[in-house]
């Protein structure tokens, strides 16, 4: 049997009815590609009572987890909300056409948590995210502007996730340098960092007073917001 566990986001958010399923599953496996994890491996192994193989991109994506799962029972554990990237409903599309039974264990994630910022969760517009730019390739991909330029159309707020391994500095550079490219103007923007557990920090301000922050602890997330309400701009100016 093949199971998609969703840690939510602090190490002890599982539920006890996912820890009960991991205690009989014969390997237990950790989706490490998509998040800056706000603890260790080890962290999660004491939590969980058994030992974790780490997966990449190519290990999941080749879907073999499947094939494994029809012989034995399999676990592979996702931060946050399991079904939050395209990869995993994949894998339960693979498990139906192969015919593997399979359960689905969902969680808190980031698209819940960011109600903490003060603002209206169904005021969010298009989801979208930052990509580490590689200018030695030429990599540098602007194209989640669109999806701000299509929020703020209609006066949305946008959630914008930062691609594991990218620091907040270079995160706020490309983000300057995009918007100039797209002719966006940016006021203040929120940064949150390790929402869900008890290091979670919540920042509010402007591009150029973000810039003077050494470093904010991974994962973090950065939301533009669009036309606020009074409550919403009463309590976001909090974080200011």
Known sequence: MFYLIGL????????????????KCDFIYLEGYTVDFPYTQKDLEKVIGKKIEMKNRDSVEDLNLIKQAKTDDIALLVYGSPLSATTHITLIEEAKKQKCKYEIFHNASIIDAIAETGLQVYKFGK???????????????TSFMEILKQNLSIKAHTLVLIDIGLDLNKALAQLEESAKQHKIKLEKIAVCSQLGTPNRKIIYRTLEQLKKIKEIAKPYCIIIPGELHFVEKEFLEGFS
Do not use: C
């Not at 190490?11 to 006890?16: F, G, P, Q, R, T």
């Not at 200018?135 to 540098?140: I, L, R, V």
């Open 127 to 141: 989801i979208t995210s930052m990509p580490a730019w590689i200018p030695e390739k030429s990599f540098k991909p």
């Open 8 to 23: 939510g986001l602090n190490v002890d958010e599982i539920s006890k009815r996912a820890l009960e399923i991991l205690k």
